[in-house]
């Protein structure tokens, strides 16, 4: 599995509670209900922190 930095991996483990009470949500509004999507969203909120995290697949 890939290495990332501390806050990364914190933004991670953060999405992941809030999707398991239901509180995360997509852009759209929608509530997130896999686990993919709530890492997904973990590591863009850190690269946007700065955070060393990789880059997005296209």
Do not use: N, R
């Not at 953060?14 to 949500?25: N, P, T, V, Y």
């Not at 509004?29 to 686990?35: I, R, Y």
């Amino acid at each position: 599995m890939a290495k990332y930095s501390k806050k990364a991996d914190e933004k991670v483990e953060e999405a992941m509670h809030e999707m398991k009470e239901g509180k995360l949500k997509t852009g759209t509004g929608k509530k997130v209900t896999s686990k993919k999507q709530a890492v997904a969203i973990g590591l863009s909120q850190a690269k946007k922190e700065g955070a060393k995290a990789p880059k997005k697949k296209t």
